[in-house]
């Protein structure tokens, strides 16, 4: 999963440029995880010598970047382009309607967690431009939501490789454990943090 990633990046001075020219189009709907791109990040970045925050902080633009070009053109073409062929083979009726439930439940909370739903992130973030939502309370739940993820996996591709990168065999086992538990930790936070602001939410209109 990480080594074509990084067989590709190393030895190229541009490497953290192309892991954020990658994030830009997992934003529109590239099938790469984002979070593979983002442990790989902190791997390049410690095999340079690289402040693991300056990577995470380049990670975070083009984690932004993205998502909003894909916020954008849903705001400028909407259903149009929810209805072309080609995107409901991505993003079919189903899960367009699954999307639509999603905002009728959590209204614009939704955009919080969907940086936590892969599979519907892209098309949470063109509905709510199609929805019209305004572009800053898109940034600040996704930005949050970002701002929790984004850090946690560069650091621990960071990490990794300063501990076991003359270990290649430990490093494989080590990134497996971590994909799998890095991403049930920030699905628990992101989940506690999401219910502390529906209820929140939920206080603000009774009070």
Known sequence: MFEPLLDALQGSPLALWGLFAI???????????????????????????ASWLQASLLMYIGVIG????VFYLGRHFGSRLLNLAWTQRLFSPVKQARVRSLFDR??????????FLPGLRALIFCTAGAM?????????????A?????????FIGYWLWRKFSD???????????????????????????ALAGWLWCRYRRSS
């Open 146 to 154: 970002a701002l929790l993820s984004v850090p946690l996996f560069v």
């Open 66 to 69: 993205g998502d909003t070009v």
């Open 132 to 144: 019209r939502v305004r572009y800053m309370k898109f940034l600040l739940l996704d930005g949050a």
């Open 106 to 115: 959590y209204g614009a909370m939704v955009l919080f967690i969907a940086r």
């Open 23 to 49: 994030l830009i189009f997992c934003g529109l709907g590239l099938p790469v995880p984002e979070d593979v791109v983002l442990i790989t990040a902190g791997m390049v970045a410690a095999e340079r010598d």
């Open 167 to 193: 270990d290649l065999e430990s490093l494989q086992h080590a990134l497996s454990r971590a994909h799998s538990f890095s991403l049930g930790g920030a699905l628990g936070l992101a989940a506690v943090v």
